[in-house]
């Protein structure tokens, strides 16, 4: 009699409180319990709510910017005609500047939108900037979805690079790929900061545009 009035108050009070997917939830849970134990419902509740974590997790903002060469460009100072060609030319370099943590949900994200933009601007995109620099951390799954990245990126004729990428992940980075037999497939260029990586490509955007005959 007591343990059903304690779980009519609790029913009540979570019917009060909770949105509709989380109370039949907390009705599936305790009918795992009638049913097959409290233990077998605590393996439950603790599954779900690691997918409800995971689920909400993924879909947090893992983009600060997304822009391309012609609107983030470094800190150095051109002349109006270079400023000109990298308005122009820098529209085939994709800048994308990452926040928060790395892991299978929000990787597999990164993944897709970098396969739509491929799909979108694969004519004209030639480079694509990765900024680690707000990026806490990345786990194994992370590094797994960033290989695969890295090899449509090539396959699709696009060089990626990777900019601000803490000590500590570069050397995650290290040890998967020691794990990998990848010694024959493409790497990423890596650059301290982000700046360091605009000013090289812009300067590389300069001196291919002016060294080839315009008409």
Same mark, same amino acid.
């Given at each position: 009699y007591l343990g059903l009035s304690l779980l009519r108050e609790t029913l009540l009070e979570a019917a009060r409180r909770l949105p509709l997917s989380e109370l039949i939830l907390v009705v599936f849970i305790l009918g795992t319990t009638a049913f097959f134990g409290v233990f077998s419902a605590l393996i439950l509740g603790i599954t779900i709510s690691i997918a409800i974590f995971i689920v909400s997790y993924a879909r947090l903002p893992f983009l600060r910017a997304d822009t391309t060469l012609a609107v983030r460009r470094s800190i150095v100072? /051109?002349?109006?005609?270079?400023?000109?060609?990298?308005?122009?030319?820098?529209?085939?370099? /994709?800048?994308?500047?990452?926040?928060?943590? &790395?892991?299978?949900?929000?990787?597999?994200?990164?993944?897709?939108?970098?396969?739509?933009?491929?799909?979108?601007?694969?004519?004209? &995109?030639h480079t694509m900037i990765i900024?680690?620099?707000? =990026? /806490?951390?990345?786990?194994?799954?992370? &590094?797994?979805?960033?290989? /695969?990245?890295?090899?449509?990126?090539?396959?699709?004729? =696009?060089?990626?690079c990777l900019s601000g990428v803490r000590s500590t992940i570069q050397d995650r980075f290290r040890r998967f790929a020691s794990t990998q037999d990848s010694a024959n497939g493409p790497t990423p260029?890596?650059?301290d900061t982000l700046d360091a990586a605009l000013q090289k490509i812009e300067a590389e955007i300069l001196q291919r545009y002016f060294s080839t005959p315009h008409p």
């Open positions: 100072e /051109r002349s109006e005609p270079n400023s000109d060609v990298l308005k122009t030319e820098g529209e085939k370099v /994709r800048v994308l500047e990452l926040t928060g943590s &790395l892991f299978f949900g929000t990787a597999f994200s990164l993944r897709q939108h970098i396969r739509s933009l491929i799909a979108t601007d694969g004519d004209k &995109l900024d680690f620099t707000r =990026v /806490r951390d990345v786990d194994t799954s992370a &590094l797994f979805s960033l290989e /695969r990245t890295l090899t449509e990126c090539d396959e699709n004729g =696009v060089e990626l260029r890596m650059f």
